[in-house]
């Protein structure tokens, strides 16, 4: 499958904005996606992720309360809306595809090539 994200920009502290990631080609009837991201010199982290339900979610700890994902079955479609953003939340943004919710970066099967956040202080 591939995946490809959008809505990557530069936005203020405390600032608001949404990303989008599409999926194309043959995916897994029922598959996760999730969202991860990375800063210059740190590892990757995981943001968020969705069951193909929709009823299972997880947030990183870092995000909690702030971000949420959601998905649109219909347009192969995940979003991540993030809000009350932070300079912390700096970091190129991946988007990923899963057989079922996970942390775990090295479960995920396939992935976007990442879209810039960058978080002005």
């Known amino acids: 499958v591939q995946l490809q994200a959008f809505g990557g920009g530069l936005v203020q502290a405390g600032g608001s904005l949404t990303l989008s990631c599409v999926a194309s080609?043959?995916?897994?009837?029922?598959?996760?996606m999730g969202w991860f991201r990375q800063a210059p010199g740190k590892e990757r982290e995981f943001v968020a992720a969705?069951?193909?339900?929709?009823?299972?979610?997880s947030y990183g700890d870092s995000v909690k309360d702030r971000f949420i994902i959601s998905r649109d079955d219909s347009y192969r479609t995940v979003y991540l809306q993030m809000k009350s953003l932070k300079p912390e939340d700096t970091a190129v943004y991946f988007c990923?595809?899963?057989?079922?919710?996970?942390?775990?970066?090295?479960?995920?099967?396939?992935w976007g090539q990442g879209t810039q956040v960058t978080v002005s202080s």
């Open positions: 080609g043959r995916t897994r009837r029922r598959y996760a």
């Open positions: 969705i069951s193909w339900s929709g009823y299972y979610i």
């Open positions: 990923a595809v899963a057989g079922e919710v996970t942390r775990k970066a090295d479960e995920y099967d396939d």
